[in-house]
């Protein structure tokens, strides 16, 4: 079982910049691919972002490359996205999600096992 914990969402003015932790009390956390998703109120749930187990693969929703970076300290049991230059349309409840299909860096939500509560980001303009 993976437990995970989203923080360092916050308000923040259009053109700055946030960091998002996502970390897991469980030992096998480094074992796990994850990603991160997005919901904004009455929308869908968005892929932003996905790292494999080793950080060797990474894929990134292609409205928020360049923009977005996503990361990982194993030793730390923590899965990091920088977010820079943040827009309004960037407000949302963002969600860490793990998968034990070690090297999945697709952007389905339904192939992610285990979800954190999430961090609201608010953007303002």
């Known amino acids: 079982q993976v437990q995970l914990v989203e923080s360092g969402g916050g308000v923040v003015q259009a053109g700055g910049s946030l960091r998002l932790s996502c970390d897991s009390s469980?030992?096998?956390?480094?074992?796990?691919?994850t990603a991160w998703f997005r919901q904004a109120p009455g929308k869908e749930r968005e892929s932003v972002a996905a790292?494999?187990?080793?950080?060797?693969?990474?894929n990134y929703a292609d409205s928020l490359k360049g923009r977005f970076t996503i990361s990982r300290d194993n030793a730390k049991n923590t899965v990091y996205l920088q977010m820079n230059s943040l827009r309004p349309e960037d407000t949302a409840v963002y969600y860490c999600?793990?998968?034990?299909?070690?090297?999945?860096?697709?952007?389905?939500?339904?192939?992610?096992?285990?979800w954190g509560q999430g961090t609201q980001v608010t953007v303002s303009s």
């Open positions: 469980g030992r096998t956390f480094s074992s796990y691919a």
């Open positions: 999600a793990a998968t034990s299909s070690r090297n999945y860096v697709g952007l389905s939500p339904k192939l992610y096992e285990f």
């Open positions: 790292i494999s187990w080793r950080g060797a693969f990474i």
